[in-house]
């Protein structure tokens, strides 16, 4: 065989190779997914037309194999919002960090809003899409679950925004400038009169040493 001949070879080999290896993972993610197909059938309906898919059960319930299912297996809060945050990072998952509803998770709170509860666990799509739960307007009865009545202004907010002068961010970066300089003014203050008292004091001991 001729040295071309046998880098041809080789190279139908490894893509035969490859192929079969592509058909096995995908055929592992259809048998995950029909596994708990068999009882959950209106889940694993609502995943495939989701923007998520691609995503097998197991991506997210990374606890769970079989049935029965393990003790705990049902996400908390900030279960749920690590499952979010292992592939969505930045800006979303800064500002979450960031907001009242992300620190009261982070805190253990259990009725705060974690990724789900605004954007649904299963039945998430893009903001574009009516469907979604964040779409323009959806957002009043997302936040009506649990806020008692929103009013429309609550889909006029940005809800991830970056802290920076200019945008929806402006008014907290703002906020939290004003709030780190009135610190700094306050401490230095403070030091400023401590030192003064001191001095005074010093001075009035010097004073009644000397009298003596
Ligand atoms: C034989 C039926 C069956 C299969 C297969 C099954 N489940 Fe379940 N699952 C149930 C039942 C019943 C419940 C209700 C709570 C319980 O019994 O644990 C449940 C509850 C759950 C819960 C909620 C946990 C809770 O405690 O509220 C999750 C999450 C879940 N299943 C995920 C999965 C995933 C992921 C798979 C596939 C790996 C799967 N299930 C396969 C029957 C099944
Ligand atoms: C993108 C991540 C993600 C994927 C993929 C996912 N789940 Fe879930 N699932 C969640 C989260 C988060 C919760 C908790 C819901 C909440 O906090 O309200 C949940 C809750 C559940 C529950 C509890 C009952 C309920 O509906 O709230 C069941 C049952 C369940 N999932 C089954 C499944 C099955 C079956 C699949 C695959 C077809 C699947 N999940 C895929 C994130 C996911
Ligand atoms: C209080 C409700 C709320 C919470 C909590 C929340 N989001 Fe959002 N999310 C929204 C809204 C509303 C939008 C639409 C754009 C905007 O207002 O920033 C959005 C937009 C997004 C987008 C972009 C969607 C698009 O179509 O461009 C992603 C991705 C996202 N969120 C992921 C997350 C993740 C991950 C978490 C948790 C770490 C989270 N969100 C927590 C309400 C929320
Ligand atoms: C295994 C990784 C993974 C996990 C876990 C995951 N996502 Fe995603 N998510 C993606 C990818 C990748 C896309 C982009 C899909 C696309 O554009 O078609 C996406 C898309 C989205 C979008 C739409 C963004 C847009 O611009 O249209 C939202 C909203 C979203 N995810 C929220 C969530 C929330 C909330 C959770 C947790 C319950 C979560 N995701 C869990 C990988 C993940
Ligand atoms: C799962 C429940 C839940 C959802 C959904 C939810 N929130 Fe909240 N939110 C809370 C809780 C709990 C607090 C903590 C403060 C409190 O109890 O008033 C809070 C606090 C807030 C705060 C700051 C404190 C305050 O009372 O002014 C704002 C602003 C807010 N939410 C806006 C929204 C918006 C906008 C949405 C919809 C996009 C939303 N929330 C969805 C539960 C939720």
């Known amino acids: ?82 499952t979010c945050t292992s592939c969505h990072k930045g800006l979303v998952t800064d500002s979450y960090a960031r907001s009242f509803h992300g620190k009261a998770v982070h805190l253990g709170s259990q009725k705060s809003a974690s990724c789900a509860d605004c954007h649904g666990a299963h039945d998430i799509f893009g903001q574009d899409n ?22 429309p202004g609550f889909s006029e907010g940005e809800e991830h925004f970056e802290l920076k002068p200019a945008g929806a961010g402006a008014p907290m970066y703002y906020t939290g400038k004003f709030f780190i300089w009135l610190t700094l003014i306050i401490i230095t203050a403070l030091v400023i009169h401590i030192e003064l008292q001191l001095y005074h004091n010093l001075r009035t001991i010097r004073r009644e040493r000397k009298r003596r």
């Open 1 to 82: 065989m001729s040295e071309q001949n046998k880098w041809w070879l080789w190279r139908v080999l490894s893509t035969i190779v490859f192929l079969l290896l592509g058909v096995l993972a995908s055929a592992t993610v259809a048998q995950a997914q029909d596994n708990c197909r068999q009882c959950h059938g209106d889940v694993s309906s609502r995943i495939e037309s989701s923007v998520h898919s691609f995503l097998s059960c197991t991506s997210c319930h990374t606890g769970i194999t079989g049935y029965p299912h393990p003790e705990g297996a049902s996400l908390d809060k900030k279960e749920s919002v690590a």
């Open 130 to 151: 009516p469907h979604s739960k964040v779409a323009k307007g959806n957002i009043p009865e997302t936040c009506a679950s649990c806020h008692g009545e929103a009013s």
